[in-house]
């Protein structure tokens, strides 16, 4: 007996078998030269490579892990957002028995594209989700709140509308008044810098005018033009 233990302690000291150790199932193997990553394929449905969703969004994501063609369970997954992309819920979860793996990925509240990056071994993939201005939050002035200007004359006055963050919003209806003068056009609508314009003209007569821009439940701005 004691003589059969001696031989088994020979064999792994030789590293002779492979039983002698143990394997975690993780992205990595042990070689001559110390340790190589596994060669996984990361690979994520359509859905998930790319998307568009409001500032601040909760993104369900998951990317699928295959070894030699096979999908691999246990295998750990790091996720690793872009700078500027938002945040994940985990920094790594672990493959299931279909070789899925899922994290929670909330993007920016800045409107542009986000970026995500799947890695196991040295296998990867990348994930995009282009984050959209929020609700309509304020009405601002974009450009100078005083004009002077000489009786008859016009000038170009522009609103800017933005979310809760500073994100500029398209496709707002924005209405024109004035207390004297002329508009055009009486209304306008946000383009993709979020801005609204119009033209205002002075009548004959030197006096002060006041434009006022609204919107949609956002609380109204209004200029001040002076005609000489």
Request: include cysteine.
């Amino acid at each position: 007996m004691r003589r059969s233990f001696l031989l088994i302690l020979a064999l792994c000291g030789a590293g002779v078998a492979a039983a002698c150790s143990s394997s975690d199932g993780g992205s990595g193997t042990t070689g001559p030269g110390g340790p190589t990553a596994t060669a996984y394929s990361l690979s994520a449905d359509s859905v998930f490579l790319d998307r568009t969703a409001p500032i601040g969004t909760a993104l369900t994501t998951s990317v699928h892990v295959a070894l030699g063609g096979q999908p691999a369970a246990n295998v750990t997954v790091n996720w690793i957002p872009a700078v500027g992309s938002g945040a994940v819920s985990a920094k790594t979860s672990a493959t299931d028995a279909s070789g899925v793996a899922s994290v929670i990925w909330t993007i920016s509240d800045t409107a542009h594209v986000n970026t995500l990056t799947a890695t196991a071994g040295t296998g990867s993939v990348n994930m995009t989700a282009t984050s959209t201005a929020g609700n309509p939050f304020a009405l601002a002035k974009a450009s100078p709140d005083s004009t002077l200007l000489v009786a008859g004359a016009s000038t170009l006055l522009t609103v800017r509308v933005v979310d809760s963050f500073g994100n500029r919003v398209a496709g707002i209806p924005v209405s024109w008044t004035a207390t004297g003068g002329s508009l055009s056009p009486a209304s306008s609508t946000t383009g993709a810098n979020g801005n609204a314009d119009v033209v205002f003209v002075t009548s004959g007569t030197p006096t002060t005018y006041s434009v006022t821009a609204t919107a949609p439940g956002l609380t109204a701005v209004s200029y001040k033009v002076i005609g000489f």
